[in-house]
């Protein structure tokens, strides 16, 4: 389960998204948020803090209005410098479990070029990272778990699960078959009907390398539905979205074919740009942590 987290806000909509799933994951222990805004060098920390001993105004405002007066607090962090630099720092420093962020933005030029903050944070986060776009009501109910079957996106379905995000709900695992085949039949190199036999003859043995995947995982009772779509990854994710309607995606940053790794900053717009619900992030399990980690999150 989450001992304690890392909630990065900029007092945007996104945000107030992010600091609601943030509430909720804390299970009513909202002081295991750690409330991280990040300003530039040149402002003043004691302006936007009113005054030294208080919390920030606005980040009291945001508590206030979601919590009883008598219930813990989030502890807010006030730091100076690159967003990006920051967050991951706190998050080191702190050792949390999860960081949790706001959907990106339009990207603006200087981001179309090295990435948006989030783009960066998951490219170089050793903890999940959890992209909020939609309203948290409750916990998790349909989970949509993209998968390349390898090592690393085996770990981040177990991550999700050692976080309490897989209590109690629904699991539907996509594989994407790329198919050469139908290219061949294009150029005319093959007829199609040989095609269509060997592409069912593939997605066949993918389904069934899919299932001892899934089987081969330690995630307890789960239930999970598996698929094999033709299509590149993102297609994939694309056209399950409105089939399974999830509430949160779940995927690894590295693996046979990098399926974050790939979108982030190769095309206009990214999985993270373009998908209408959350998504979980998870680095391989054998990301180097930084020596001073307070404590790692609990591996599977």
Request: charged share 25%.
């Amino acid at each position: 389960m989450i001992e304690q987290l890392l909630l990065a806000t900029d007092f945007t909509s996104r945000s107030e998204l992010a600091l609601d799933r943030a509430l909720v994951l804390a299970s009513g222990q909202a002081d295991k948020i750690g409330a991280l805004h990040v300003i530039d060098d040149t402002v003043s920390t004691a302006l936007l803090r009113g005054e030294e001993s208080a919390a920030p105004p606005i980040l009291a405002e945001l508590f206030d209005a979601r919590l009883e007066p008598d219930a813990p607090r989030p502890k807010i962090l006030i730091r100076k410098g690159d967003p990006f630099e920051e967050i991951l720092a706190a998050a080191d420093d702190r050792g949390d479990d999860l960081i949790i962020m706001g959907a990106p933005r339009r990207r603006r030029f200087l981001e179309s070029l090295r990435g948006t903050t989030l783009e960066r944070v998951l490219r170089a986060s050793s903890r999940p990272v959890l992209s909020v776009r939609g309203p948290a009501k409750t916990h998790y109910r349909r989970v949509l778990f993209a998968t390349d079957l390898s090592e690393a996106s085996g770990f981040a379905l177990q991550t999700a699960g050692c976080l309490g995000l897989l209590d109690g709900i629904h699991i539907t695992a996509v594989h994407a078959l790329w198919p050469p085949v139908p290219h061949m039949v294009a150029d005319r190199r093959i007829p199609s009907d040989l095609a269509q036999k060997q592409m069912a003859a593939e997605k066949a043995e993918a389904k069934r390398e899919m299932e001892g995947f899934l089987s081969g995982l330690t995630l307890g009772p789960l239930r999970i539905d598996s698929r094999v779509i033709e299509g590149t990854p993102h297609m994939a994710i694309r056209d399950c979205i409105p089939d399974f309607s999830p509430d949160l995606v779940v995927l690894g940053t590295r693996g046979r074919s990098g399926i974050l790794r790939l979108m982030l900053g190769s095309v206009a717009e990214d999985l993270l740009s373009w998908l209408p619900v959350d998504v979980l992030a998870v680095p391989p399990e054998d990301t180097a942590r930084p020596q001073n980690a307070k404590h790692h999150p609990r591996k599977p």
